[in-house]
């Protein structure tokens, strides 16, 4: 009942006020299929200046506020077609139709790729255009996001999104359901030239899950609907320390009401990471009692194979049904060797060992999507998701200790700790327009996650094996999600506005296998919650518009951090799940100012309930244990500024700054409070140096940084250059750059334990120089002429 109250007084607001006419305007291709993320620029027809800049959505439809000026352009850019300008006077017209022709008919030696902006930004999303950024060939989509304006990659793989940790990650609009190493391992397995565009949404609506405290990330793969016979193949070779290789071949025919794809990755690189670590540990009253100085080397070999294909069928101008076939094996072999020297003073080394370990992971995961989209009525909408997936993840590890000097044996332990994840989710979601400034939007999900996790430990005493019945177990998770949607969205004179709201129920079973010193365990969880979120946005005038947001979201601790097995990272480090943890509750609160699309400014501020935070435990007088859980709340204020400026005619800039001020309060065995004020910049340079040739100087730099109550990161960054060459008459292109060139992306921090502090540094193979060459192929078939009725254009409107 408070849901269907709230959802009337909602309504009532916005139907409250009245509607002005707008100016609309709808990119199509030739087949009067919307295009998404074109950019229209509105010009005076007086001088050709840019009053301002908007991006379309999935209807290919973008809204602007109607000039004061008698005569004005419309100029339309999109990538893979011809761009398009069109006069308009002002006397009454409020819709635009424009259809973009295929690029490739007659571009010629232009490469439109290279075109595109490297960031666009739009109502509550900013979209980085992969390609657009030289740098990011042959790099990794982890790489990727570690450059991205506003995002931070931690040690540990954690996402942070403008300053702020816990971040839904998504592919092609759909959850990985995976965190943390897993989630890691298949970002490093993806090519950078397999992904079109990242979409980093800070305010999602309603209509998304009402996961990630700092929002979503969307990482979009690249497709091809165009009529006839394309594809596009890229390969590159990269060296660090050790080599990198990516290849990737995209293949498409569409003929009359068939469209069949197919995308193929093989990624393999060597990587390593060095890791110093200098721990000490306390009496009662402060002084040392001894310390560890330890180094570590891994050294891992990493092969990506990824698939991917699919068909579409357009029944009618009303229906489209199609089917997606993907699968993926991510494997990674790794050897370690770490030397721990146990002191009792500044120089005095008691004792040294030595742990020599291996591990051989294996993740695979295959997926099936069946989707339905259908045009009711010229106004409304319909569309139909089946998503199934599974993981198999595989992660078997050695560990062997030996006390160097004497060189006598500590025994060792084996583990095999398997996991299978099943996932089964079914949407539905319905549109209606009203007039040409309301719509609709409400819908069902409804998702069942299932997980068989599996530890089995064995000790070596260095003749023999025996069970370690005190770390093994066997851990089985079932979780049901079901949410239901709505939301609003309209115009009324200067004004825009949306508001949504989400109601999902949350159950969970988990039980934990006993064994012959461990009895069963069991626990569960029901809850249910209400994520209201919308937007007001204030059209001050033709270039200036203020915006504010407003979300409350939920992030639930990921399966495997639920599971309480213990996972051993070295002799004197664990990391153990936690069956305890709750989910935490964010509300998010924005207020931005665009001008134009030259400069983007907002101010922030959010509070976490419940923070996750890691934690960390001793056990005995020597391990020290991590784990995480709820430990308090988090406020956080934000100020983020971004710059998107052409100095010169050859020379774009993309500039952000994002400043948060953070204060950290919690509780575990004792009071801990902590603040911090960080920095997170990025600069993205691109030259045009002429017709063929283009260069890009780009680079970020993290100040002091805090995303754990205990764990303070020190400064780090890094910076890239680049060049792409056009060539095969614009077919074609090669692409030369070095990453970290200075070598500077070293991640280091100091963490509180109880009785206990360490300081870490790590680094890897990051500086690396890579050279890439993509070349399109195919020939397009002569387009069909298909009616522009309504129909045809609802069909869209309905998503996907």
């Known amino acids: 009942m408070k849901f269907v109250l709230l959802l009337l007084l909602c309504f009532g607001f916005f139907f409250s006020f009245g509607q002005e006419k707008a100016i609309d305007v709808i990119v199509m291709d030739e087949q009067k299929r919307p295009i998404e993320q074109a950019t229209v620029q509105l010009l005076l027809a007086s001088n050709n200046a840019v009053v301002k800049v908007g991006v379309t959505n999935k209807q290919g439809f973008a809204s602007f506020k109607r000039p004061k000026t008698n005569n004005y352009i419309f100029k339309i850019t999109a990538v893979g077609f011809i761009t398009q300008q069109t006069t308009v006077s002002k006397t009454a017209v409020t819709t635009v139709n424009i259809v973009l022709t295929g690029a490739n008919k007659d571009l010629g030696n232009v490469d439109v790729v290279g075109k595109r902006q490297y960031v666009q930004r739009s109502q509550g999303k900013t979209i980085i255009n992969v390609d657009a950024a030289i740098t990011n060939a042959g790099a990794t989509v982890l790489e990727v996001l570690e450059k991205s304006p506003g995002v931070m990659v931690d040690k540990n793989g954690g996402i942070s999104l403008q300053g702020k940790a816990g971040v839904l990650v998504m592919i092609d609009d759909k959850q990985t359901y995976l965190s943390g190493t897993e989630l890691n391992n298949?970002?490093?397995?993806?090519?950078?030239?397999?992904?079109?565009?990242?979409?980093?949404?800070t305010n999602p609506s309603a209509r998304y899950d009402a996961s990630g405290n700092a929002g979503i990330i969307n990482i979009k793969t690249k497709k091809n609907r165009q009529e006839g016979f394309n594809g596009s193949v890229n390969t590159g070779f990269g060296y660090g320390r050790h080599y990198k290789n990516n290849n990737s071949l995209l293949l498409n025919f569409r003929k009359g009401k068939f469209n069949t794809f197919a995308n193929f990755a093989v990624n393999s690189a060597k990587n390593f990471t060095d890791i110093y670590a200098y721990r000490q540990y306390f009496n009662g009253d402060g002084s040392v009692t001894s310390t560890l100085d330890q180094t570590s080397n891994f050294?891992?070999?990493?092969?990506?194979?990824?698939?991917?294909?699919?068909?579409?069928f357009y029944a009618s101008e009303k229906t489209t049904v199609g089917l997606t076939l993907s699968g993926l094996i991510a494997k990674q072999d790794a050897t370690g060797k770490a030397i721990a020297n146990w002191k009792s003073g500044p120089s005095v080394i008691d004792s040294a060992v030595g742990t020599y370990s291996t591990t051989d992971f294996n993740l695979k995961n295959a997926g099936i999507n069946v989707y339905l989209k259908h045009a009711i009525s010229k106004k409304q909408g319909i569309s139909f998701d089946l998503d199934a997936l599974k993981y198999s993840i595989k992660n078997d590890q050695s560990f062997r200790n030996r006390l160097l000097g004497s060189n006598v044996d500590l025994g060792g332990t084996e583990a095999e700790i398997p996991s299978d994840l099943k996932i089964f989710s079914a949407k539905i979601d319905h549109q209606v327009s009203f007039g040409k400034n309301a719509k609709i939007e409400s819908g069902f999900k409804s998702s069942s996650i299932s997980t068989d996790n599996t530890a089995a430990y064995e000790l070596f005493n260095g003749t023999t094996f025996s069970p370690d019945l005190n770390k093994s177990n066997?851990?089985?998770?079932?979780?049901?999600?079901?949410?239901?949607?709505?939301?609003?969205?309209?115009?009324?004179?200067?004004?825009?506005?949306?508001?949504?709201?989400?109601?999902?129920n949350t159950y969970y079973n988990a039980h934990q296998l006993g064994n012959e010193i461990r009895p069963d365990s069991a626990f569960s969880r029901n809850y249910s919650n209400l994520f209201p979120s919308g937007y007001v946005t204030y059209q001050a005038d033709s270039l200036n518009s203020f915006t504010l947001t407003a979300s409350r979201r939920i992030d639930r601790p990921a399966y495997q951090k639920l599971n309480p097995f213990v996972f051993i990272i070295n002799k004197y480090t664990y990391h153990t799940g936690n069956p305890y943890f709750l989910p935490q509750y964010t509300w998010n609160l924005e207020l931005s100012h665009q001008f134009k699309q030259l400069l983007t400014t907002s101010v922030s501020y959010s509070v976490v309930k419940d923070y996750f935070s890691q934690l960390f435990l001793s056990q005995g007088t020597d391990i020290l244990v991590y784990t995480e859980g709820n430990v308090g709340k988090v406020h956080n204020l934000g100020l983020s500024v971004a710059l998107q400026v052409s100095p010169f005619k050859w020379w774009n800039i993309n500039a952000q700054s994002t400043f948060n001020y953070k204060k950290l309060n919690g509780y575990r065995n004792s009071n801990y409070s902590s603040s911090i004020n960080q920095l997170l910049s990025s600069i993205n340079n691109q030259f045009t140096i002429n017709k063929t040739l283009n260069a890009e100087i780009s680079g970020n730099y993290i100040t002091r940084a805090r995303n754990d109550l205990q764990e303070l990161l020190y400064p780090t960054g890094q910076v890239s250059v680049g060049l792409s060459k056009s060539i095969l008459k614009g077919k074609g292109s090669l692409k030369l750059n070095a990453r970290d060139m200075f070598y500077t992306q070293v991640m280091e921090g100091l963490t509180d334990f109880p009785s206990a502090t360490e300081y870490f540094r790590l680094k890897s193979d990051t500086r690396v120089v890579s050279l890439s060459f993509s070349y399109r192929f195919g020939k397009p078939l002569k387009a069909t002429k298909r009616s522009s009725g309504g129909a045809a254009e609802e069909i869209n409107r309905a998503g996907k």
Do not use: P
């Open 474 to 504: 066997h851990f089985l998770y079932k979780e049901n999600i079901n949410a239901l949607y709505t939301s609003f969205e309209t115009k009324f004179g200067k004004f825009s506005a949306q508001a949504g709201l989400r109601y999902e």
């Open 299 to 312: 050294n891992n070999k990493n092969q990506g194979y990824i698939f991917k294909t699919g068909v579409d």
């Open 186 to 201: 298949l970002l490093s397995s993806m090519s950078a030239s397999q992904v079109n565009q990242i979409e980093l949404i």
